[in-house]
């Protein structure tokens, strides 16, 4: 992107001088950083809370398989399903 001096020289000549030239990409150049920035705090934001509901979605999944009432006839504790509640609490 070469830029012939008679370009620059009509440009600058169009916006009021050299000085508002500079001022006019400088301005630009803020308001596209301005605009990228935005997009990038908007992308981590929803990135944040996408994170957040999928941890909590799969601890409750968790918490779910561990609250989980066992099945009939389910021997992992040793003892029989249908053992009463008291019973248990008795140990």
């Known amino acids: 992107m070469a830029?012939?001096?008679?370009?620059?020289?009509?440009?600058?000549?169009k916006r009021g001088g050299p000085t508002a030239l500079r001022a006019f990409y400088t301005g630009r150049g803020i308001i596209i950083g301005g605009a990228i920035t935005s997009a990038s705090i908007a992308?981590?934001?929803?990135?944040?809370?996408?994170?957040?509901?999928?941890?909590?979605?799969?601890?409750?999944t968790a918490s779910?398989?561990?609250?989980?009432?066992?099945?009939?006839?389910d021997t992992r504790s040793g003892r029989s399903a249908d053992s009463s509640r008291t019973d248990r609490l008795l140990q």
């Open 64 to 73: 779910d398989a561990t609250t989980e009432t066992p099945a009939a006839g």
């Open 43 to 60: 992308g981590t934001v929803a990135y944040d809370k996408w994170s957040k509901r999928r941890t909590a979605a799969a601890a409750e």
């Open 3 to 13: 830029w012939a001096y008679a370009e620059l020289a009509k440009e600058a000549a």
